[in-house]
C-alpha cells in the first residue's frame, strides 16, 4: 500500500491527478506557501481575529505574536478553528498563512506590561492593530504540531490597538477576578459557553488565574491544559450516568482520515488510537504505525503517551456523553493516510471527534456485529485493533462477576 | 435513626474507605447489631467489595433500630478523614439526618456531611470454590502487580503444586514472579487443583495499592478461569475482601 502511494506520487508530481484527489495535496501545500505575502514597509495594519501565539522555546522567557491579517475586516474565523471544518484544507492555510506574527519576549512570570496584549487576545470581536516591525517579517510559516498553521513573523517594537477590544462577558469578570483559580475559571468559561479555542488563547496571554499566580502558558500547552480540564470534570458527571444499553458505532471520513467510535455497555472508560499510514506527518517510515492510549473508570495520572489529540477527543467525547445522558466504553479510532503530512494542529482533531459524534449512531446488540462492522470501516484489518486495542481486549476477554452472583 | 460508633485509629479508618473507594465512588453500609457491612459491585459490575466489621472492633458501639443504610459519597467521606491526625481517634454519630464525623486528638473536631440514598441491590457472596489458596504480605503481592504493570494490562496466577506463579507477557515482554511456601515469600499455601486465570491488572492495582495498608497480610484464592478472591484481616477484627471476575484469554 505504502510503496504503491509514494509511486504514484512519484508518477504524477502533481500533474496528472493519479490519486484522484481535485487538488493535489503536495502542492496546496507550497501553493499556500508561496502565497504567503510579506508586507512591503515595517508598519502593518489589520483586524487581529484576534490571534495571538505564545511559544515555548526559551521557556520561560518566550515569543509572544499577536497576529494580523494585512487588511481590515471581520478576520474572526480565522482564529475559530471551531468554524474550520466545512472550510477547505487550502482555504484554512491561505487565511493562517497570512496571517503576520509582530514577536515580542517576555517572561511568562512578568505578564505586566502586556495588559495590551491580554486585552486582545480575549476579545470576541477582531480589533484593528498597528504592529510596527523592527525589520520587515521573514517570508516564513510556521507549522505547529498543537496549534494551527501561522504566517511570517518579525520582532516587533511597538504595537498599538486602534480599537477596543470587547471581551465577552464572562471573560472579562474572569480577566479581572483575581481570586479566581485558573482551573475553575477555565470551568466557569466552558459553561457559559465561551469556545475551547478562545478560553485556550485567555489561558496562554495569562489572563487567567488567582492574581500573583498568573503567567503566560505557551500555547501548545495551554490547548491540552483546557482540553485536559474541561473533559476531566465532564467526565466526572458522567461517571454518574446510566450505561448506554447497546452496542453504538459511528463513522466520519474526512481529508485522508477515517475516525470511529464505539460506545459499549459498561462504564466510563476511554481509549484514543491512532494509525499513521506511511508517508504521514508523523510517519516517515514504510509501516503503518498505530499507537494508543487509554484509561479506567477512575481517569488517568500520568500524561497521555499521544499527547494534545488523546485529550481533544477526549473532551468531544464526553461532550457526547453528557449530551446524550449516558456513560459507556468508549474506543476512538482514527486512521490517516498517505495525502495527510501537514501538521495542522490539535483542533482538527477536537471538532472532526465533535463531529463524529453529531452524527446518528448505527446500534447493534453483541459486541461481535460492532466489531464485524469497525473491520468493514478501517483500512487496518479488526485483527489489528483486537491487539492494539487495550478496551477491546478487555471487552472481548473480560468476564463479569454477575455470572457466579445467581 | 441514631447511631454512634467509636474506631480507634482515625488513619486505619482512612485506608478502610479508602480501599473501598477502589470500588465504588458512593455505597450504603449496613449496620446491625452484630455488625458494620458494606457490599457493593464496581460500575462494570467486574469486581466486588465485601466488607465486614464485628462490633467487637470498635470501642463502643450504639444502634438503636435493628438496621440501618448509611449511604456515603466516599470522595467526600475521604476529603474529612484525610484531615485527622496520628493517634486521632474517630467518632461517626447519625442523628435523624444530620450525619457527623468527630476527629478527636488533642482538639475535638465536627464534620457534618450530608447522607446520600442509594438504590442499592441485595448481593449474594459469589458462588465460587477455590483450588489455590495463598496467604502472603501485602507489600510483596503489591511489588510483583508493579512489575506486571510495566509489560502488560493483564496477569494471569498459576497456582502448581509448590509454586505460585505470576505472570506477565506483551510484545513488550515478559515477567515471571515465583513464590512458594519453601521460599519464605508464602506464609500459607495449599492447593486442590493445579490452577491458572488471568485478571485486569488495573482492578488489581486499583484494590492492592490500597488495601495493602489495611493489613499487611493478604489471602490469594483462585481457581481455573473463575473470580479471584481477595481478603485483608482489618487490625482489631473483621475482614476486607474482594472478588474480581476473570479475563478468559484467547
Known amino acids: ?406 | 435513626m441514631s447511631v454512634r460508633f467509636e474506631f480507634q485509629d482515625a488513619r486505619d479508618w482512612r485506608y478502610l474507605m479508602e480501599s473501598l473507594n477502589a470500588i465504588v465512588d458512593e455505597a450504603s453500609f449496613i449496620m446491625d447489631r452484630e455488625a458494620l457491612k458494606l457490599r457493593a459491585l464496581d460500575p462494570s459490575r467486574i469486581a466486588m467489595v465485601d466488607l465486614h466489621v464485628p462490633r467487637e472492633a470498635f470501642n463502643t458501639y450504639e444502634i438503636e433500630e435493628s438496621q440501618v443504610k448509611i449511604g456515603v459519597n466516599f470522595d467526600d467521606l475521604i476529603k474529612v478523614l484525610r484531615r485527622a491526625k496520628a493517634e486521632d481517634k474517630i467518632i461517626f454519630e447519625i442523628e435523624g439526618r444530620r450525619f457527623r464525623i468527630i476527629l478527636a486528638g488533642k482538639a475535638e473536631r465536627v464534620f457534618s456531611l450530608p447522607l446520600i440514598d442509594i438504590v442499592g441491590e441485595e448481593l449474594p457472596t459469589p458462588k465460587v470454590s477455590f483450588d489455590v489458596i495463598a496467604k502472603m504480605l501485602s507489600d510483596t503481592l503489591r511489588d510483583s502487580l508493579k512489575d506486571a504493570e510495566m509489560i502488560s494490562d493483564t496477569v494471569r496466577f498459576v497456582g502448581e503444586e509448590n509454586v505460585l506463579r505470576i505472570i506477565a507477557k506483551s510484545d513488550k515482554g515478559e515477567l515471571e514472579a515465583k513464590f512458594s511456601p519453601e521460599g519464605g515469600s508464602l506464609i500459607e499455601y495449599d492447593v486442590r487443583h493445579p490452577s491458572a486465570a488471568s485478571y485486569s491488572l488495573s482492578y488489581l492495582d486499583d484494590i492492592v495499592s490500597r488495601a495493602y495498608r489495611v493489613s499487611e497480610i493478604v489471602t490469594v484464592e483462585f481457581s481455573t478461569n473463575k473470580p479471584l478472591s481477595l481478603s485483608f484481616e482489618i487490625a482489631g477484627g473483621g475482614t476486607l475482601r474482594y472478588y474480581l471476575a476473570p479475563r478468559l484469554e484467547a
Open chain 1, 1 to 406: 500500500m505504502s510503496e504503491r502511494a509514494a509511486a504514484l506520487c512519484l508518477l504524477c508530481r502533481g500533474a496528472k491527478g493519479l490519486c484522484g484527489k481535485s487538488v493535489c495535496p503536495v502542492y496546496a501545500l507550497w501553493s499556500a506557501v508561496e502565497r504567503v505575502k510579506v508586507p512591503k514597509g515595517a508598519l502593518v495594519d489589520g483586524s487581529s481575529p484576534p490571534s495571538v501565539f505564545v511559544g515555548r522555546v526559551g521557556y520561560p522567557k518566550v515569543r509572544v505574536s499577536p497576529a494580523v491579517p494585512p487588511f481590515v475586516g471581520d478576520t474572526r474565523v480565522y482564529d475559530e478553528p471551531e468554524k474550520w471544518l466545512s472550510l477547505g484544507l487550502s482555504e484554512i492555510l491561505n487565511m493562517r498563512l497570512s496571517l503576520i506574527r509582530g514577536v515580542v519576549e517576555v517572561n511568562v512570570r512578568e505578564p505586566r506590561g502586556i495588559e495590551d496584549l491580554q486585552l486582545l487576545a480575549i476579545s470576541s470581536k477582531p480589533v484593528e492593530v498597528e504592529l510596527r516591525f523592527a525589520k520587515p517579517p521573514k517570508p516564513r510559516a510556521k507549522l505547529d504540531l498543537f496549534a494551527p498553521p501561522m504566517g511570517p513573523s518579525g520582532p516587533v517594537e511597538g504595537l498599538r490597538l486602534l480599537e477596543d477590544p470587547k471581551p465577552p462577558h464572562p471573560l472579562e469578570k474572569a480577566y479581572y477576578d483575581s481570586d479566581l483559580r485558573a482551573e475553575d475559571a477555565i470551568l466557569n468559561l466552558y459553561n457559559s459557553g465561551v469556545p475551547v479555542s478562545a478560553i485556550q488563547r485567555a489561558l496562554s496571554v495569562g489572563a487567567l488565574g488567582a492574581g500573583h499566580r498568573r503567567k503566560l502558558v505557551p500555547t501548545r500547552w495551554s490547548i491540552t491544559a483546557v482540553d485536559d480540564a474541561v473533559s476531566r470534570s465532564l467526565i466526572d458527571a458522567v461517571r454518574g450516568l446510566k450505561c448506554v444499553d447497546s452496542y453504538l458505532f459511528f463513522e466520519r471520513k474526512y481529508l485522508d482520515n477515517t475516525f470511529v467510535a464505539i460506545i459499549a455497555p459498561g462504564a466510563w472508560s476511554y481509549e484514543w488510537i491512532e494509525a499513521w499510514f506511511p508517508y504521514t506527518t508523523w510517519n516517515p517510515g514504510k509501516t503503518v504505525e498505530v499507537e494508543g492510549d487509554w484509561e479506567g473508570y477512575h481517569g488517568r495520572k500520568t500524561y497521555a503517551s499521544l499527547g494534545g489529540c488523546y485529550y481533544a477527543a477526549r473532551l468531544a467525547a464526553a461532550e457526547y456523553m453528557l449530551r446524550e445522558g449516558v456513560q459507556g466504553t468508549v474506543i476512538l479510532i482514527r486512521e490517516i493516510y498517505e495525502g495527510f503530512f501537514l501538521p495542522i494542529g490539535v483542533w482538527f482533531v477536537r471538532e472532526n471527534v465533535r463531529e463524529l459524534f453529531k452524527g446518528v449512531p448505527e446500534r447493534y446488540d453483541t459486541l461481535s456485529e460492532v466489531l464485524q462492522r469497525l473491520g468493514r470501516s478501517t483500512r487496518l484489518p479488526l485483527s489489528v485493533w483486537l491487539s492494539k486495542s487495550a478496551l477491546l481486549k478487555a471487552l472481548v476477554q473480560q468476564e463479569r462477576l454477575e455470572l457466579w452472583l445467581r
